[in-house]
């Protein structure tokens, strides 16, 4: 069974960092990509950033140059470093795994970000 356990999230001040990470198990096969989207109270889900087995990125307009995604191969797990926090990127963060041609997604985790 394949599970994804996001941890990291919190309370911070506008200004301030977070780190995320994003566990996956029970994985049988290589991951294609991770990523990491977000929903805010009201709006739809979206992507934050995402990364190939490779390390190819992909960033959304509204966190490039604050926000990194990395992972480590060997332990399936995905992190997002974000830095410089806006209130406007408080949300439910979710982590997201493509093994072959299955999405798998995390229960989320809370970031709220005080002005």
């Known amino acids: 069974q394949v599970q994804l356990v996001e941890s990291g999230g919190g309370l911070v001040q506008a200004g301030g960092s977070l780190r995320l990470s994003c566990a996956a198990s029970g994985i049988m096969y290589s991951i294609n990509s991770m990523g990491w989207y977000r929903q805010a109270p009201g709006k739809q889900r979206a992507l934050v950033a995402t990364?190939?087995?490779?390390?190819?990125?992909n960033y959304a307009d509204s966190v490039k140059g604050r926000f990194t995604i990395s992972r480590d191969n060997a332990k399936n797990t995905v992190y997002l470093q974000m830095n410089n926090l806006k209130p406007e990127d408080t949300a439910v963060y979710y982590c997201k795994s493509v093994v072959v041609l299955t999405t798998y997604w995390g229960q989320g985790t809370q970031v709220t970000v005080s002005s």
């Open positions: 990364i190939t087995s490779g390390g190819n990125t």
